[in-house]
């Protein structure tokens, strides 16, 4: 197994833009063909847009786009400007009167950081278009994770910069990556250690404090510690090996150990954890080994949202301290 480049996986493109003083942004993910995609999301509180498409008993047999940004609920608006850019060069499904761009979306909540009512927009989605490339592969404070944090159980003032993620591996011939944005409402491990990375974090002292016991505390009240802050870790696996939507949720669900295996506490219901996995390809593979790379890799990616992130509106990150 060697490390390789995520466009190595070709058949797609990666588009940012963000509003770095609002503290916001989108990422697209624009693929050069309708691909199939499935999804599997166990997050209490996501915020998606055409997810349903993904299910195996709808007709559709694949996406153009996906669609990754901030703005939690009022960030769906966005795709608007991706399905725009689609529908002007002609691509999306053909209904015979005209051609309809299939995109989905997902948002993470950064509403925290920033301006609260400035969130991504048809035109931020639009410009993500324009910008995107397979040659340029950005991580940390870019796209949707400008506004990412993590360790949020007592509030944003003992909470860490995160961002975005990448990692990618070649075995045999079978290619698999992941991207991730790590907006989790717990602290993150590297699980080949089970050092913390980042999380909950006391800036005076300068120590790390438990979100796990932090939760725990809460057993008997009635009150929600954490609902004034909405959390997500969105994640994207892409494949070279060939699978139906149906195949494509199940490696999904199996990319969703890695989550567990990196942020704990996870799959709040305070959060919106949301995995999708895309079929870019022909080879022939076994689906479970597949499901235990997306997982290696999702880890990966995760541990990178961790350190390549640097410090951004007064939230240290794992690079300062």
Do not use: W
């Amino acid at each position: 197994m060697k490390e390789i480049n995520l466009f190595a996986i070709q058949g797609f493109k990666i588009g940012h833009a963000q509003d770095e003083k609002a503290g916001t942004g989108i990422s697209v993910f624009l693929f050069d063909d309708c691909f199939p995609v499935g999804v599997d999301i166990r997050g209490g509180g996501p915020a998606s847009r055409e997810t349903p498409l993904l299910s195996p008993y709808m007709g559709a047999n694949g996406l153009h786009a996906l669609v990754l940004s901030g703005g939690s609920a009022f960030g769906l608006d966005a795709s608007g400007g991706v399905l725009q850019f689609l529908e002007e060069r002609n691509i999306g499904f053909d209904t015979g009167i005209t051609k309809v761009p299939l995109v989905c979306q997902s948002c993470i909540f950064d509403l925290a950081l920033g301006e609260k009512n400035i969130r991504p927009t048809k035109e931020m989605a639009y410009q993500a278009c324009i910008n995107a490339d397979n040659t340029t592969l950005l991580e940390g404070n870019i796209g949707v994770g400008i506004g990412a944090s993590v360790g949020k159980m007592q509030g944003m003032d003992f909470a860490m910069k995160s961002g975005v993620g990448v990692f990618a591996v070649e075995y045999n011939g079978i290619q698999v990556g992941a991207f991730v944005v790590n907006n989790a409402l717990g602290d993150i491990y590297n699980p080949e250690t089970n050092k913390k990375l980042i999380g909950m974090y006391d800036r005076k002292h300068k120590n790390f404090l438990s979100s796990n016991e932090a939760l725990l505390s809460t057993i008997q009240r009635n009150e929600n510690l954490f609902q004034p802050v909405t959390n997500t870790c969105l994640g994207i696996i892409f494949t070279n090996a060939q699978f139906n939507k149906a195949e494509l949720g199940k490696i999904s669900s199996m990319a969703h150990n890695a989550l567990a295996k990196t942020i704990s506490p996870v799959h709040t219901m305070a959060d919106g954890d949301t995995i999708y996995t895309v079929s870019i390809g022909k080879k022939k593979a076994d689906i479970n080994a597949i499901g235990l790379l997306s997982t290696l890799v999702m880890e990966k990616a995760i541990v990178r949202s961790a350190t390549q992130a640097t410090s951004l509106y007064g939230l240290p990150s794992y690079q300062e301290i």
